[in-house]
């Protein structure tokens, strides 16, 4: 995985060097000289939208995990981020991670249903946003026939596949298959130990579905509340480099950029790429390319910023994870 990761560094950083060289380094320097110290509170600013997927996360946990305090739950979602942002694994490598942290002395089951239906959420409140937001403030932008055509035939691909993420998660069919290989005695003892588990995630997963389907609706709206919150810091980069800004530009801007995330999550190289798609959707709007350039550096700076933060925060859940277990708090309480 770390050659994997080196090789998929190497590839994007030749990508971003050609786009710098395409834009002009002084054109993209002038932008930066607009925003000056104005990026400190622009990186403050991005990350806020992380304590709303917090609270969405938090609706989704079941059993011990919801008398965990905000703050812990945020150490997790956090840690969860840097390895999604540090790792090439398609955003899958962060969910892991958070399954693993959250999970304790026989709380596995549960914590993989919160990944799962966090996961599920989080995808439905992004396509909900860019639908939208595309039928709000894209619709006066003069976008190519083409990319109208990939925006629409791809967000109701991704549509379905999520109804049908949704629909295997209430049905409890995730272990379906491997179950299936368990009973024609497929496999050995591992096969049947991995049914069993899945099988106790599929309980997990239906009783959620049967009794807190209003949590998974609370968990959407904070998600779409995290996306939404994105017009700001945008509005507020605009305001650095334009002086003045308008609330549907920069809301097509963010539209554009959450759908070109959610359409390339699998692909995993990131450098370079997340910077083309920001001017291309800045060349959309009527913006320069070196605007787009600009802005998509200043949010890779944003990620790397709050990258950090979570890996200082993955260090401190391992140092403290079992004190938190309810193992731990058993015997604190007993000496």
Known sequence: M???????????????????YNVGVQ???????RIGWGLAPLILLEGAANLFHTQGWRHCLSGFHRSLPFGHVFCVHMAGVSMNYLTPTAGFGGEVTKGLLLASDRTGPQAASAVLLDKLSIAFAQLVFITYGSFLFLADIMMPGTLWFALTSV?????????????????GRLGGIVRWAVRHRLGG??????????????????GFYRTRLPD??????????????????TYYFLILTRGDASLSMTWALV????????????IPIDIGVKETTRVLAFRIVGFPSALGLTYGITRRLQQLFWAGIGLLLYGLLVSTRNSLSPRGRGQGEGA
Do not use: C, N, Y
């Not at 054109?27 to 000289?33: C, D, G, S, V």
């Not at 967000?155 to 049905?171: D, S």
């Not at 049914?195 to 239906?206: H, I, K, N, R």
């Open 155 to 171: 967000t109701a691909l991704l549509g379905f596949g999520i109804i049908g993420f949704l629909e295997v998660q209430r049905r």
């Open 216 to 233: 998974l609706l609370l968990s959407m709206a904070w998600h779409f509340v995290g996306f939404l919150w994105g017009v700001v810091p």
């Open 189 to 206: 003892s591992s096969l049947r130990k991995a049914a069993d588990s899945m099988t106790e995630v599929d309980d997990e997963l239906q």
């Open 255 to 266: 539209v554009l950029g959450s759908w070109f995330d959610l359409i390339a999550f699998a």
């Open 27 to 33: 054109a993209l320097w002038r932008e930066f000289t």
């Open 2 to 20: 770390k050659v994997f990761h080196l090789l998929m560094i190497a590839a994007g950083v030749p990508l971003l060097g050609l786009l710098i």
